[in-house]
């Protein structure tokens, strides 16, 4: 692995998630050994608006039973569980971060849906998958991490079988100047990697896909970010428990980029 990924591993990577996730689910009172996504969608979810993202994200792509999808940097598995056990399809999940991946297979486990949804470690940028694997390929805040943009679209559309669609939601960067760091995919600015919107849609373009939409949520995301912030701060069950314990900052910080236009939030859905 080169540095820069080496970085961003370990800018995710914490020893104990799971540990720290079973003993704050058992403070709530909560069965571990009866989880649901429903359960560990406080925890698992970790992107700009949480469940909420997934959902819309969901009703825009719409997977069904047939489908196999690939989850590209999949953190601890939330979306590749939320999918499977909503709409019935199979999701594979690869992340660069091997902690993350360990706490999405036993998360899964305990949700009983690994007949549905396996994991692996992998780098986005090398997919360990035969060409036209699967029929949809799902991203949620991943690229920010990725300097190669043009590479990742080339994999994610070399993956993907003729028709099949690629729905992601990326943070770009704002035309009002860097953002403010600490942010939630950094804590420096040597490991994010924004473009301007105008440079996916090209790379994206380039790569053989073709836009079906492209939606502008940064408002949506400003409008949640207090919130997602004091509940990053003060929540007992929340996305803090993977993301670290400076997350309300990093939140809060994100949202007033984005208010000031130094950031924006993109939902994208493409087809190949
Ligand atoms: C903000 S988290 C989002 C996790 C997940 N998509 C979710 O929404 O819950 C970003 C994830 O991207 C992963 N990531 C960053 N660069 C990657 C790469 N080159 N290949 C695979 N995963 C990557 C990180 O390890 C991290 O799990």
Redesign the pocket.
């Known amino acids: 692995m080169t540095d820069a990924?080496d970085k961003?591993?370990s800018h995710?990577g914490e020893a104990g998630i799971g540990e720290r996730i079973l003993a704050a689910l058992q403070e709530e009172g909560i069965d571990i050994d009866a989880l649901t996504p429903e359960i560990l969608a406080p925890i698992?979810?970790?992107?700009t608006r949480g469940i909420v993202a997934t959902r819309e994200h969901a009703a825009l792509a719409a997977p069904n039973a047939d489908m196999h999808v690939l989850?590209?940097?999949?953190?601890?598995g939330?979306?590749a569980r939320f999918l499977a056990s909503t709409y019935g399809c199979r999701v594979s999940g690869?992340?660069?971060?091997a902690e993350?991946v360990a706490v999405a297979q036993m998360l899964t486990e305990r949700c009983r849906l690994e007949h549905l949804v396996d994991f692996r470690q992998?780098?986005?940028?090398d997919l360990p998958f035969a060409d036209a694997r699967f029929d949809m390929v799902w991203c949620?805040?991943?690229t920010m991490?990725?300097e190669d943009k043009a590479s990742f679209y080339r994999e994610i559309a070399r993956v993907l079988n003729s028709g099949g669609r690629f729905t992601s939601t990326e943070m770009a960067a704002g035309t009002a100047g860097p953002p403010h760091f600490p942010l939630?995919?950094a804590r420096q600015p040597e490991i994010s990697f924004l473009v301007p919107q105008e440079d996916m849609r090209v790379a994206l373009e380039a790569a053989g896909l073709r836009i079906l939409e492209w939606r502008d949520t940064s408002a949506d995301v400003v409008a949640a970010a207090q919130s997602q912030s004091e509940r990053a701060r003060h929540g007992k069950l929340g996305i803090r428990l993977i993301a670290g314990d400076d997350l309300g900052e990093r939140v809060a910080n994100s949202g007033r980029s984005l208010a000031e236009g130094r950031l924006a939030n993109v939902m994208i859905m493409a087809e190949k």
Not at 44 to 47: E, R
Not at 122 to 125: R, T
């Open positions: 990924f961003v591993s995710y698992d979810q970790f992107h989850d590209v940097g999949c953190g601890v939330g979306p690869i992340d660069l971060t993350f992998a780098n986005a940028l949620q805040n991943v991490n990725i939630p995919w």
